[in-house]
Nanobody, 115 residues
Framework: QVQLVESGGGLVQPGGSLRLSCAAS????????MGWYRQAPGKERELVAH???????NYAESVKGRFTIDRDIAKNTVYLQMSSLEPEDTAVYYC?????????WGQGTLVTVSS
């Protein structure tokens, strides 16, 4: 069982940047998918970005060109670099992992975009 712990959330002004980190308790190299979901108040949880075990990133249309997902295999950590943040990006961001029948979730970190 892999434990995921997020960090890096906080308050940022519109147009600003934040980097979220997700530290895994075990190796991430063999986990088929790792990524980030978010859930805004009153809305369903949505997939923001994920990266495959082969290193291929995928993004939701709403964040393409603004967010970048990356990973450091040696540190068992996945990152989400968020730029040009908008108030609509305000949400709790959850780290996520999926590996053929096994699903892992972090506890979430709050990102608030507001002036």
């Amino acid at each position: 069982q892999v434990q995921l712990v997020e960090s890096g959330g906080g308050l940022v002004q519109p147009g600003g940047s934040l980097r979220l980190s997700c530290a895994a308790s075990g190796s991430i190299v063999s986990i088929n998918r790792m990524g980030w979901y978010r859930q805004a108040p009153g809305k369903e949880r949505e997939l923001v970005a994920h990266i495959t075990s082969g290193g291929k990133p995928n993004y939701a249309e709403s964040v393409k060109g603004r967010f970048t997902i990356d990973r450091d295999i040696a540190k068992n950590t996945v990152y989400l670099q968020m730029s040009s943040l908008e108030p609509e990006d305000t949400a709790v961001y959850y780290c996520w992992g999926w590996d053929f029948g096994m699903e892992y979730w972090g506890q979430g970190t709050l990102v608030t975009v507001s002036s």
